[in-house]
């Protein structure tokens, strides 16, 4: 696997789960979006939870997204966020 790519995924895991109270996830499609958003940016949904518990369980949930993502397109994530 491509370091680079191992070091993002990383970086931005251990972001959500230091700075959990900057993101909450969507009750809509269980999306990590950032806190200050009042719908969800991929489904439009209004409702979140933004409990600490919530956010750092999906923050390992990304984490085993992003593989599944590089795996199956490597250009899909880069330009999603
Ligand atoms: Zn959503």
């Not at 789960?17 to 909450?24: Q, V």
């Not at 979140?48 to 956010?55: I, Y």
């Amino acid at each position: 696997m491509n370091d680079s790519l191992k070091d993002l995924k990383e970086a931005i895991t251990k972001n959500i789960i230091r700075e959990w109270y900057w993101y909450k996830v969507c009750e809509g499609c269980e999306s990590i979006v950032d806190a200050s958003d009042a719908t969800c940016p991929i489904c439009r949904a209004y409702r979140f939870d933004g409990s600490k518990k919530r956010v750092i369980a999906h923050a390992f949930n990304v984490y085993d997204r992003f593989q599944e993502l590089i795996d199956s397109d490597p250009g899909q994530w880069e330009c999603s966020g």
